[in-house]
């Protein structure tokens, strides 16, 4: 078996609001092996953006362990997680998060400039296929395709990981599809390994590996025996 | 294009700020009205102080200063043998009345002595026009600038001065300056006269001869080693003197002119301090609310930033520069504003200071300094809104803001049954909503209302302390003094000239009070027992009855003498025969100019061992007889001057519109400026906050008018609200401003009139309209389209 980029074991994470806890993940066992495209799958409430948000180094959990490769995120401090997230992460966000006063290609060189050795940014903007729209800004683009500019962004560093929450949740099927597209092309060319979470089932079909959560909990972990492309999913 | 050069960041920095550009200017423009003023009032303080070291150090000015009656030149050699002592140089000096062409009321000339040959040893006197006096002619003389000015007069001209009852002739051959008069101010005035008070250098043989002093002097001036002691070298010459009538000898920082001028640098160095920076301070607190609002519209991509493995260092950094980017250009445009207005400035003091020369010199000091002051405050401004945006966990800032709670507000609970149109409900809800921006807003415009009224006050404040001095405290139309102290029978004298109505006596006595180690030589005011014209008065409790067997002193002498009611003092007398006492303070009162002690006149005169005796006599004139008056009065033997409460007056006022009248209106067109940029600065912020709910709206199918309503109604209720809170700022703020601003020479009361807070609301109400108009002609560009679809 290949060998694991994230191991969390146990994991908790309670959110205090006033008098009111919220119990988000209630003791979490979740692997992530290298080269592997994993899909989290679960209803709306379930934990899914918790518990990526922990591995990416956003979040920190209330108990438990994570592990990326051998370093223990659980006891790293803030400057040591931003450190981490610079030099090892890529993250989508469901909302794209782009800065809006910089251009398609200067979103992509935001990160560039701090990692060593990244891609051109023109080159990870090729590679979603927005070679042509690199000097728009986002409010002159599309939904679509500022979520493939923040794939650009995330995958420029040349990351390790590559963590997307709901990419395509803000999307229609097409343009969806086209923003997939350009996630597995990352994962198969540059051999990244990617976790998408979505709550769209149908979407599963393209991994290796599909882990679902339900109320906190893992609910089951399913390997796909044989992944299908993008253009064959069922929406 | 130098916008590719820049790392991405700076081009994220560069591209917000031009997004929110009017914002910045507004913001940019307060700072620079701060700097503005920083620069004009300091480097006016800074090229006086400057101009005045080089010319005391220039003209030989004096350290230490005494006068006698009279005493042998024998006694030179003695007072070089003083310690610390390098140079001594005695003269004749004495006050005369003149007759000046073209002036009815009666002027008083001050003569003091040439040497026959060369220069004064100390004291240099500068020849600003004609020639030096020839020692053969004794009817030659130089003549103080500012008086020739004030008479048009040149050398050639010649004038009368009643010398010993005798009138004389004396001819101007040339203008001079001296460091002793850089301000001239007469003896026992308040403010300078320079109409009826001149300054006359003439042949010390010719003077000497008509006040019988030959082969002696009546005045002393002393140069020091530089780190002598000056307290050392009085206490060793004031008992060379006193066998010859010395009546106290002064360091430098007590001369008239030289503390006048002092006085006035260290005002104007409170005043173009602490003002300024208020109105910084006022511009870091808007920066402060445009920040956090405009960061709170940047949380999602702070937080995006974070995830992409920026930290919080770097962004913090990033928003500290977008202050410090605003405030280096306002202060840029600040210190090239000041150093103008600053030059324009320094002609007004020219015009009552008098040194050879005055030159306006921005320091790079003061522009370095100015500039860093209002970078520093920036970025205080900042930081506290940057820290708190960056400080927020990234998993956080990426979940969309909750959807704020709203209630149905207590004003349409309270009025239930009337329905609200919906405009006022969704104002008032807003509001309501969050309580505590709305109170922010409410600061930030009530300091435009706040800086309007320090700005304004200080009209107000300036004919209250007229009032105070020339309505309240003065009541006498005239003083006349006498050169010697006369018997009561003087009083009589006064009374039987033309016009005099009511006569008051008054003997003052020079003393000089001792206290422990600290002392003071002034003139003790010896009034009756309830002055009616010479009224001595507390600014909180009224006219003030003297009490018997005790000193009333101004508060602010008690400080300096750091003595209180019921404390001891030492006074010692400086003429006649010079007894010395311990007295009782009695009572210390608020009052509003100079350093006063008052006694009752028999407590004086019981003090001195004398018979009842005057030195002045205050009076009240039948205004038709006035011209007589003056005429028999000038005539009148052994009278050394006579002031008259009209000329003081107005020699206050002109002073006033000279100096304060510009430094107010800078301070109100700054202050104007100001409220403008904070207001419009509100208005700004809740349009970038509002416009997506506003453009949702508007997509609903709501017009231009009814949401320009909903923003523009808010700015109104919080302008309203602001504008009673920015009167109560106001007044703390004048208070503040006071406290650093009293000194020896004036104590001000803060106060304004309600028509200056209407003038303030005025202007304000003015900018919010103005600035509801800038922001209505944004909402009718609103991009519906772009506002929705980009998440911010
Ligand atoms: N910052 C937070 N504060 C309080 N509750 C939170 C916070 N983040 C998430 N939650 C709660 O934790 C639970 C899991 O949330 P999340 O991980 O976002 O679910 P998912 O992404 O699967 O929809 C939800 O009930 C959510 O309301
Ligand atoms: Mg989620």
Known sequence: ?235 | MLLRRLRILDRKLVRDLWAMRGQALAIAVVVGAGVTMFVTYLSNFDSLQRTRAAYYEEARFADVFASLTRAPLSLEPRLRELPGVTAVDTRVVADVTLDVPAMTEPAVGRLISLPDAGEPRLNGVYLRSGRWIDPARPDEVLASELFCEEHGLAPGDSLTAIINGRRRRLTIVGVALSPEYVYAIRPGEIVPDTRRFGIFWMNRRALASAFNMEGGFNDVSLALAPGASVGEAIAALDPLLEPYGGRGAIPQGLQVSAWTLENELSQLQTFGFLVPLIFLGVAAFILHIALTRALALQRAQIAAMKALGYSNGTLAWHYIKWALVIAAAGAAGGVVLGAWLGAQLIDLYNEFFRFPRLSYRLSAGVAAASVAGSLVVAALGAQAAVRRAVRLPPAEAMRPEAPARHRRSPIERVSTGVALPLAARMVLRNLERQPGRALISVVGIAFAVAVLIVGMAFIDVMDALMNEQFTRLMRQDATVGFVEPRSARAVYDVRHLPGVMETEPMRTVPARLRAGSRTRTLAITGLPDAPRLNRVIDRERGPVTLPRDGLVLSRMLGEVLAVGPGDELQVEVLEGRRPVQRMRVAMLIDDTLGLNAYMRIEDVTRLLREGDTVSAVALTLDPAEQERFYDQVKAMPAVGGVSLREATLRNFREMMAENMNLQISINVIFAAVIAFGVVYNAARVSLSERSRELASLRVMGFTRAEISLMLLGELAVLTAAALPVGALIGYLLGQLILLGFNNEMYRLTFVFLPGTVAWTWLIVILAAALSGLAVRRRLDRLDLVAVLKTQE
């Open chain 1, 1 to 235: 078996m290949r060998p694991a980029i994230f191991t969390a074991r146990g994991v908790t994470k309670i959110y205090e609001m006033g008098e009111v806890t919220v119990q988000a993940l209630r003791g979490v066992d979740f692997d992530l092996f290298e080269g592997e495209f994993l899909v989290l799958l679960g209803p709306s409430g379930s934990g899914k953006s918790t518990l990526l948000n922990i591995l990416g180094g956003l979040d920190v959990p209330t108990s438990g362990e994570v592990l990326y490769r051998d370093h223990n995120l659980t006891q790293a401090d803030d400057a040591a997680l931003t450190l981490y997230r610079r030099d090892h992460v890529g993250f989508v966000f469901q909302f794209y998060n782009l800065i809006p006063s910089l251009t398609a290609r200067e979103n992509v060189a935001l990160v560039t400039e701090i990692v060593e050795a990244p891609m051109q940014p023109e080159a990870a903007l090729e590679l979603v296929g927005l070679g042509h729209r690199l000097d728009h800004f986002p409010a002159q683009l599309s939904g679509g395709e500022q979520q493939r500019v923040a794939i650009a962004r995330a995958i420029a560093k040349r990351p390790e990981v590559l963590l997307c929450d709901e990419p395509t949740g803000a999307l229609d099927i097409t343009t969806g599809s086209l923003v997939l597209e350009a996630i597995a092309r990352v994962n198969r060319d540059l051999g990244t390994a990617t976790a998408v979470i979505t709550h769209n089932a149908a979407i599963a079909g393209m991994a290796d590996r599909v882990v679902r959560l339900a109320d906190g909990r893992v609910a089951g972990v399913h390997t796909n025996s044989q992944k299908i492309s993008v253009s064959e999913l069922q929406w």
